[in-house]
């Protein structure tokens, strides 16, 4: 017994790098600031990690749009067409369809990914009967882009396992009106490009008008808030005057916070060897270490680590957990969905991973170490969000919340509530309100917005 409590507390003792402490969480939060307010200044953005890129999304819905609008989101493996139909406050039907993104097409040229989108597009409208009519679209596209104007969009580099020729530097939104214009059978106006994460922020400020930040936890993890023009240095356009707006929707892309050492105290030897095995080496150091796309794996080196330290499984580990990209994010989920003391998620996750043999301690220890990767993920996020919340100063705000991690892992919105609440100002009241569907119908309210600004 003695050996399996020593076990135990090595583990633990070994886990230590993966929490952050208070301190280290204040020093966060003040080099995100000092981040973002580099991507705002005209002097530092083109150095600047997080570049904060000007949405302008200057209106937020008011519950008044109404009429038919397509949505098309891509941003990640899938991509997805909505029809919507916005007809009174709170009052709307929507009918969509999944489609596959292709490993050929991920990594083939731009003009194969936007020739596949506008086929997808053009028979969910026939599928629908709305391909005779014009109809307004927002383009949800879930990748670093540097916005010209609400319908102008440079792709400044993919990310998310997308690597397709002739895209970058390229604006989008061109690229797949020159699609649609060689099939020459649908009519479409691209009435705004967006990110998932002001589109999530839209979606929620429908229904809740306090709604100031829209982040996204999934794949990827990035955030959006609202900034006063004035201290935005790269806004093309007047910032005062009669009837000028005074606000704008800043895109903050900040999974690449960290790309210039800013994250290195707090990086471990799995974070590194993360880094050095995935696509974008050096790249979103921020988001490998939230992600979902990297949380499984996160857990999956140190309990490796552990493993060949004899302080797992009795030393024996398994061809499976040993193979890269086994353990998979929502393991982590499941684990910890385990009542305390029970293991019945666990030993499910791990016989799928060879490991039979697993003691009880065996799965305390694996739920120990999914315990400090998600826990640490989402005090990250947490010093982000009370950095953007104490920033803006407003008496109380919505942050509007999407994404697999917040939305399946049993504790995430208790953990950042909590940590939010400690580093926030105590005269700031804020609450966390998961989205309905940012990317989509988040993506038709711009549109709809944009409609009801140009009307």
Known sequence: MGVIKDNFGKIREQCKELILT???????????????????????HAEADVKCFITYVQDLPNGKEKGKFLALDLG????????????DENDFEMLSKIYAIPQNIMLGSGTQL?????????????????????????????????????TKGILARWTKGFNCSGVVGEDVVQLLKDALARRGDVQIDI????????????????????????????????????????NCDLFDGPKSGPGIKQHVLINTEWGAFGDDGALDFVRTEYDREIDQHSINPGRQLQEKMIS?????????????????????????????????????TKYVSEIESDKPGTY????????????????DEDCANVRYICECVSSRAAHLVSAGIAALINKMDEPSVTVGVDGSVYRFHPKFHDLMV???????????????????DGSGRGAALVAAVACRESH
């Open 191 to 230: 009435c705004a490009i967006l990110n998932d994460t002001t589109g999530t922020l839209m979606s929620c400020a429908w229904k809740n008008h306090n709604c100031r930040i829209g982040l996204i936890v999934g794949t990827g993890s990035n955030a959006c808030y609202v900034e006063r023009v004035e």
């Open 344 to 359: 019945t998620y666990c030993r499910d996750v791990l016989d799928e991973l060879g490991l039979d043999h697993a003691t």
């Open 292 to 328: 979902g796309m990297y949380m499984g794996e996160l857990a999956r080196l140190a309990i490796v680590k552990f493993t060949k330290a004899g302080l797992l499984f009795g030393g024996v580990g398994s061809d499976i957990l040993f193979k890269r990209g086994q353990f998979f």
């Open 76 to 87: 990640g493996t899938n991509f997805r067409v909505l029809l919507i139909h916005l007809k």
């Open 418 to 436: 909590q940590k939010i609440r400690q580093f926030v100002k105590p005269s700031i009241s804020f609450d966390l309100m998961l989205s309905e």
């Open 114 to 150: 936007f020739d596949h989108i506008a086929e997808c597009l053009a028979n969910f409208m026939k599928e629908h009967s709305v391909y005779e009519e014009r109809l307004p679209l927002g383009f949800t596209f879930s990748f670093p882009l540097t916005q010209l104007g609400l």
């Open 22 to 44: 208070d301190k280290q969480i204040e020093e966060l939060m003040r080099r995100i600031i000092k981040e973002i307010n580099r991507g705002l200044s005209k002097e530092t």
